[in-house]
């Protein structure tokens, strides 16, 4: 009896001792989920986006931001039910901003004193830019597989709270890497990195441009540089008949006149100068 009292007093320590590390990651999460952005302006933002033409299918969208530090601290959708957008695409809206984030560099970080030659300072890249460094022979190849999502809490809590100020992603790193249009980096008038956007639920080309949209109208568009010239991280349109990249960080198009789009909507929301 005793033995059995023994065993049963050991698993109950484990269990609280378990939930104590638990909820302490989890306000060491919170205390860490600073945002560059409300809700109610991701939230108006997306809707704004979303209602015009984008060169997709014009399905409704869920968008994400997460911090510098990669933490989800705002999800947003432009539909008013859980299901007038893609469910699935909640969770890759998280992937894309972590992404960009994760593989964006903030200005200043490589100052030209003592940097090597062809160093660029404040490097963005958007998930567009990713497609095909990632595929066999890619210089990227396999980047897809790192910083799995954190199936804890992409899938957790209520779904009543999907897309509201309370939604169980906030203060959570998901993680996860995305490697098609919808992820950008969200960067200051200094051009620091704050954190970043993932738009998702439509085309990938789409979800690239209403993303580009979002982060127009969120004034958090002072990209340093990137690899698409004065458009920066923009999506690179570049595959041959054979899908291959001249550029090797081309993405393919999404239908017929959607590169011409993008440019018109590029030419209507240029990236901001970065103040000196």
Not at 27 to 33: I, Q
Not at 51 to 56: T, Y
Not at 125 to 145: C, D, R
Not at 263 to 274: K, L, R, S, T, Y
Request: proline share 4%; aromatic share 6%; glycine share 14%.
């Amino acid at each position: 009896m005793n033995k059995k009292l023994l065993i049963c007093a050991s698993i109950l320590a484990a269990a609280t001792s378990n939930l104590a590390f638990a909820d302490r990651d989890d306000n060491d999460g919170r205390r860490e989920a600073a945002c560059p952005v409300s809700h109610a302006a991701l939230e108006s933002a997306i809707k704004s986006a979303q209602a015009k033409a984008n060169g997709g299918l014009g399905f409704h969208m869920w968008a994400s931001v997460v911090n510098a530090n990669g933490i989800v601290c705002a999800v947003a959708r432009s539909g008013n039910g859980l299901n007038a957008q893609w469910l699935g695409s909640r969770v890759i809206s998280a992937q894309k901003a972590y992404t960009a984030n994760a593989f964006s560099l903030t200005a200043g970080a490589n100052p030209n004193a003592g940097a090597p030659a062809g160093s660029l300072d404040g490097l963005a890249l958007s998930t567009a830019n990713l497609y095909s460094a990632v595929q066999p022979g890619g210089s990227l190849f396999g980047l897809q597989h790192s910083n799995p999502v954190d199936t804890n809490w992409a899938y957790a809590g209520n779904s009543k709270k999907f897309g509201r100020k309370d939604d169980p992603m906030n203060g959570r790193r998901v993680g996860g890497v995305n490697v098609f249009g919808g992820g950008l980096a969200l960067y200051n008038e200094a051009g620091k990195l704050v954190g970043a956007v993932g738009v998702s639920g439509d085309t990938s080309c789409a979800d690239h441009n209403i993303a580009w949209r979002v982060r127009d109208t969120l004034k958090l568009d002072y990209v340093p540089t990137g690899l698409s010239g004065i458009a920066a991280d923009n999506i690179i349109y570049d595959l041959n008949a054979a899908g291959k990249s001249a550029s090797g960080f081309g993405h393919p198009e999404c239908g017929a006149g959607v590169a011409a789009g993008n440019a018109a909507i590029v030419a209507g929301a240029p990236i901001e100068q970065i103040q000196p």
